[in-house]
C-alpha cells in the first residue's frame, strides 16, 4: 500500500473518531412523540425519553440491545424508548428489514420482532433474498403471514421508512445506533454504556 493511500486510511479514521466525539452530549430536538405508540415501550408518561436510531443490519446496534434494555429495567418508572429507523446506504438489507419490522408493528409485535432481526442478523442478512426469513420470523411470532406480506410491500409503510430516514438526516445523525436522552446525543455501544445513566441522572434532576 502506497503511503499517500494509508494517510488518507488514517484520516479518515480520524475524522470519524472526531465527529463521534464532537456527537457526545450534543442537544438536539428528536420529535420522539412522532413515532408510533407500537414503537414505544416504557414509563408513558416518563422525564426522560431515550430515542434510538437504528439499523437492523448494523452489528453494533444489535450489540447494543442489552445495554438498552439494562437501562429501561434501571428506571422502570422514569425512561420510555422510543425507535427511529435509521436505514443506512452501505447495508443492502436495512430497508426491507426495516419494512418487515413494521408489519409485525402494525400486529402489535414490533419489539419482538426488531429483537429477532437482530438476534438472528447473521442468517438473513449475508443471504441473497431475506423475504422467505422475515416471514418465517413473523410465523413464529404467531402473526398472520399473510397480512404480514401484503403490509410489508405497502406504500404506506415504505412512506414511514422514507419519512423515518429524512427526519434521521434531517438532524444529523452520524452514525447507527445513535442515541438521545432527552435531546442530549450519544453515538454508539461505549457512550451509551458509559454515560447513559449518568445522562438519564442529569436529566431526572433538572
Given at each position: 500500500?502506497?503511503?499517500?493511500?494509508?494517510?488518507?486510511?488514517?484520516?479518515?479514521?480520524?475524522?470519524?473518531?472526531?465527529?463521534?466525539?464532537?456527537?457526545?452530549?450534543?442537544?438536539?430536538?428528536?420529535?420522539?412523540?412522532?413515532?408510533?405508540?407500537?414503537?414505544?415501550?416504557?414509563?408513558?408518561?416518563?422525564?426522560?425519553?431515550?430515542?434510538?436510531?437504528?439499523?437492523?443490519?448494523?452489528?453494533?446496534?444489535?450489540?447494543?440491545?442489552?445495554?438498552?434494555?439494562?437501562?429501561?429495567?434501571?428506571?422502570?418508572?422514569?425512561?420510555?424508548?422510543?425507535?427511529?429507523?435509521?436505514?443506512?446506504?452501505?447495508?443492502?438489507?436495512?430497508?426491507?428489514?426495516?419494512?418487515?419490522?413494521?408489519?409485525?408493528?402494525?400486529?402489535?409485535?414490533?419489539?419482538?420482532?426488531?429483537?429477532?432481526?437482530?438476534?438472528?442478523?447473521?442468517?438473513?442478512?449475508?443471504?441473497?433474498?431475506?423475504?422467505?426469513?422475515?416471514?418465517?420470523?413473523?410465523?413464529?411470532?404467531?402473526?398472520?403471514?399473510?397480512?404480514?406480506?401484503?403490509?410489508?410491500?405497502?406504500?404506506f409503510i415504505a412512506e414511514t421508512i422514507r419519512k423515518e430516514k429524512a427526519h434521521a438526516d434531517a438532524i444529523e445523525v452520524p452514525a447507527t445506533p445513535t442515541f438521545f436522552i432527552n435531546d442530549r446525543?450519544?453515538?454508539?455501544?461505549?457512550?451509551l454504556s458509559g454515560n447513559g445513566a449518568r445522562y438519564i441522572e442529569q436529566e431526572l434532576v433538572r
Amino acid at each position: 500500500m502506497s503511503q499517500s493511500k494509508k494517510r488518507w486510511i488514517v484520516g479518515l479514521g480520524i475524522v470519524g473518531v472526531a465527529v463521534v466525539s464532537v456527537a457526545l452530549g450534543r442537544r438536539t430536538p428528536t420529535f420522539s412523540g412522532d413515532a408510533p405508540a407500537y414503537r414505544q415501550t416504557g414509563a408513558p408518561r416518563a422525564r426522560v425519553v431515550i430515542s434510538e436510531y437504528s439499523d437492523f443490519q448494523c452489528p453494533k446496534c444489535g450489540a447494543v440491545v442489552p445495554i438498552v434494555k439494562g437501562l429501561l429495567s434501571a428506571y422502570p418508572k422514569d425512561v420510555r424508548l422510543v425507535f427511529h429507523h435509521a436505514p443506512l446506504k452501505q447495508h443492502k438489507w436495512a430497508i426491507p428489514a426495516a419494512h418487515a419490522a413494521e408489519s409485525a408493528g402494525l400486529q402489535g409485535k414490533f419489539w419482538e420482532y426488531a429483537e429477532t432481526l437482530f438476534s438472528k442478523q447473521t442468517e438473513w442478512s449475508p443471504s441473497t433474498d431475506p423475504k422467505p426469513f422475515f416471514i418465517s420470523y413473523a410465523k413464529d411470532l404467531g402473526l398472520n403471514a399473510d397480512q404480514f406480506t401484503t403490509d410489508m410491500d405497502s406504500v404506506f409503510i415504505a412512506e414511514t421508512i422514507r419519512k423515518e430516514k429524512a427526519h434521521a438526516d434531517a438532524i444529523e445523525v452520524p452514525a447507527t445506533p445513535t442515541f438521545f436522552i432527552n435531546d442530549r446525543m450519544l453515538v454508539g455501544d461505549t457512550q451509551l454504556s458509559g454515560n447513559g445513566a449518568r445522562y438519564i441522572e442529569q436529566e431526572l434532576v433538572r
